[in-house]
């Protein structure tokens, strides 16, 4: 019988061996359930196929022609990747909606002997699941927002608190986005969906009665959505503030984008949105600044004319309780870690 899980804690802790998702390669990228492999009951190309058939033609006709592929994909993978599964082995299948697809894929492992269960309602359960925490119910957690101008170095000190027991959720990291202009990562953004699982299962690891210190954010990241629960959260969260010198802020800029700035074209192609903003001279100037190899320069330039003015008018409208400020001259190393444990003991403070 199809094992129901009522809670994300449930289904993240659900104890068995593996979990497979059967769904199709395609299916499997956008989103699936955190550690699942993919052992698709149907290739892409086969299940736009028993659709097509399953639509125009009958569906009795869909699923006879589907269930033929099935068989033989689920032998594939049993030749395959099960093949050193000894007998004590226990998997977790699941499709779309615990259809067809898990059904018969985790009846042929039963046959064979293995302790095979699947999940009711299949992804589509997880998925509520995860929509629940982050949409419909209030966050259980307490955020503090790690604040401060474009280029303190926000986002590595992150991983520095964390050193010091500090609970920290990247965002950025999870959207694959530097949350700018000039922030796409190699690799690109996930789905929607899968930045919100990841977001999820972040938080699942976190004990809410402890403080977590996220980036302060807009309610985008790129073309990432931040959750209605999760910005909710943010909105009424303290904040603790970076500071540190345009000088530093500059040349800490220039080494951690120097992947995007450091190729005039890249440069022309980001910046050319903001000619209506900020004048066609300006950008001119920037653009110049890149292919003359000045990145400091240009990073500077960046922070006066364009940053730091949207960050200060964004205060402006968005005031919000400041915790500590924390001063730095640098942000080089020995910066970062000076910026930390002072964050770190107002975080504990809290």
Not at 7 to 26: C, E, K, Q, Y
Not at 35 to 42: K, Q, R, S, Y
Request: net charge neutral; with cysteine; hydrophobic share 45%.
């Amino acid at each position: 019988m199809p094992i129901k899980f009522t809670s994300l804690d449930a289904i993240l802790n659900h104890g068995f061996d593996t979990v497979i998702d059967v769904r199709s390669p395609a299916e499997f990228a956008q989103d699936h359930v955190p550690g699942a492999i993919n052992l698709p009951a149907l290739s892409n190309e086969q299940r736009a196929k028993v659709g097509t058939i399953y639509k125009q033609i009958s569906p009795f006709d869909g699923r006879k022609i589907g269930a033929g592929m099935v068989i033989r994909n689920v032998a594939d993978h049993i030749d395959g990747p099960l093949m050193e599964k000894d007998g004590a082995w226990r998997p977790l299948v699941y499709c779309w909606r615990g259809g067809q697809r898990s059904g018969v894929f985790s009846t042929l492992l039963s046959e064979i002997g293995w302790r095979a269960d699947t999940v009711k309602g299949g992804y589509t359960a997880f998925r509520r699941l995860v929509k629940a925490n982050l949409y419909d119910d209030p966050l259980k957690h307490r955020l503090i927002l790690l604040d401060g101008y474009t280029g303190t170095a926000k986002t590595e000190i992150l991983p520095r608190l964390a050193t010091r027991g500090v609970q920290v959720i990247d965002l950025e990291g999870l959207a694959g986005h530097r949350g700018s202009l000039l922030g796409k990562m190699p690799g690109g953004q996930p789905s929607q969906k899968a930045f919100e699982t990841g977001l999820a299962l972040a938080l699942s690891k976190l004990d809410p009665a402890r403080p977590v210190v996220v980036e302060a954010e807009s309610s985008k990241i790129g073309r990432i959505v931040i959750p209605a629960s999760v910005w909710v959260a943010m909105l009424a969260a303290p904040r603790i503030v970076i500071q540190a010198p345009k000088a530093a802020r500059a040349a800490y800029l220039a080494t951690a984008y120097r992947d995007v700035i450091e190729d005039p074209a890249v440069v022309a192609e980001k910046l050319a949105p903001l000619r209506r903003l900020r004048g066609h001279a300006i950008v001119d100037r920037w653009i110049a600044l890149s292919q003359e190899g000045a990145l400091v320069d240009l990073s500077q330039a960046l922070m006066v004319d364009h940053y730091d003015p949207a960050y200060a008018k964004s205060r402006r409208i968005d005031e919000r309780e400041v915790l500590t400020e924390v001063a730095v001259e640098t942000l080089d190393n020995d910066g970062q870690e000076r910026a930390a444990d002072g964050i770190a003991a107002a975080v504990n403070a809290f």
